[in-house]
């Protein structure tokens, strides 16, 4: 059975979320396309205005006054609703760009209240994992600092499922930032999927 590769990266992250919580999540789901990002109820009063810059080629560079991420092309925004239980709300936003075979994406979260940086990543990671429906061949599950904040690279993937994914997840405070490559027919040279995490960066 094939996946859906943009259901995949969204689905991931929100059963990461629930993992986290420990209890039931409902997601609704807003669709907006080169906006603004919207209020965030759960972490933050609000998010800077994001632009998408044209670079070199089909090349496009998004950018907010927190962080930047250059993508082959022009990416869709998509927004998540997370409904978190006794009332709480949080918004995942997803920068998505479908070309086919493969996927790219930057998704982020701000979770409620101080959560351990450790525990939402393992979590994310668990959510990650469950999204196969074969078991997984874990090629990669590395952690590392990346400027002072916790991180892992994890790449996993299954013929079955002709799913291979690669991901950075990326603790800075209460939000996890998500980098990530898809693709149907096998894993991904690690120089080209590199170049593509290590051109996110954090201004502040």
């Known amino acids: 059975m094939k996946h859906n590769l943009r259901a995949t990266l969204i689905m991931s992250l929100f059963l990461g979320t629930c993992l986290w919580l420990t209890e039931g999540c409902q997601s609704s789901k807003e669709k907006k396309e080169n906006d603004s990002d919207s209020t965030v109820v759960a972490a933050l009063d609000s998010l800077p205005a994001v632009t998408l810059t044209p670079a070199e ?50 998704i982020y979260i701000d979770y409620p209240g101080k959560p351990h940086p450790q525990q939402i990543i393992k979590e994310a990671k668990t959510g990650i994992l469950s999204s196969f429906y074969d078991e997984p061949l874990i090629r990669k599950d590395s952690a590392f600092e990346w400027q002072g904040y916790p991180a892992v690279d994890l790449t996993a993937g299954s013929p079955k499922d002709g799913l291979f994914l690669h991901y950075r997840l990326l603790a800075v405070g209460p939000r996890l930032y998500q980098i990530a490559i898809s693709n149907t027919d096998d894993f991904l040279d690690e120089e080209y999927v590199q170049d593509f995490f290590n051109g996110f960066q954090l201004k502040k």
Do not use: R
């Open 57 to 106: 080629g089909d090349a496009y560079t998004i950018e907010t006054d927190v962080f930047s991420l250059p993508f082959p092309a022009q990416p869709h925004h998509q927004i998540d609703t997370l409904q978190l239980g006794d009332g709480i709300q949080a918004q995942s936003h997803a920068y998505l760009l479908d070309l086919g075979s493969q996927v790219f994406a930057l």
